[in-house]
């Protein structure tokens, strides 16, 4: 069993920053492959981010260059470093393990 916390979301202005935490309890966090989804009202659910076990990570386009995904096996943790925000990547950001477990998600609205 493994449970998720999301936190670091909030309120931030176009060109911000933000960095989002996601704390895992249970003994497999070492083996998760971690990934940050986002949903925005009227949107499918779609993968940000993702970071194997290895150390692998992936993005989508649309936030590559500006998002950065790492975690630390240390402290059961997987963050979500978030630059040059846009008002588009207002969102519920929600992070799993192998898409299995999952957290309840955190708020991050981009906005002036």
């Known amino acids: 069993q493994v449970q998720l916390v999301e936190s670091g979301g909030g309120l931030v202005q176009p060109g911000g920053s933000l960095r989002l935490s996601c704390a895992a309890s249970?003994?497999?966090?070492?083996?998760?492959?971690m990934g940050w989804y986002r949903r925005a009202p009227g949107n499918q659910r779609e993968l940000v981010a993702r970071?194997?076990?290895?150390?692998?990570?992936n993005y989508a386009d649309s936030v590559k260059g500006r998002f950065s995904i790492s975690r630390s096996n240390a402290v059961n943790t997987v963050y979500l470093q978030m630059n040059s925000l846009k008002p588009e990547d207002t969102a519920v950001y929600t992070c799993?393990?192998?898409?299995?477990?999952w957290g309840q998600g955190t708020q991050v609205t981009v906005s002036s």
């Open positions: 249970g003994s497999i966090f070492s083996i998760c492959s």
């Open positions: 970071i194997t076990r290895g150390g692998s990570t």
């Open positions: 799993t393990c192998n898409d299995y477990y």
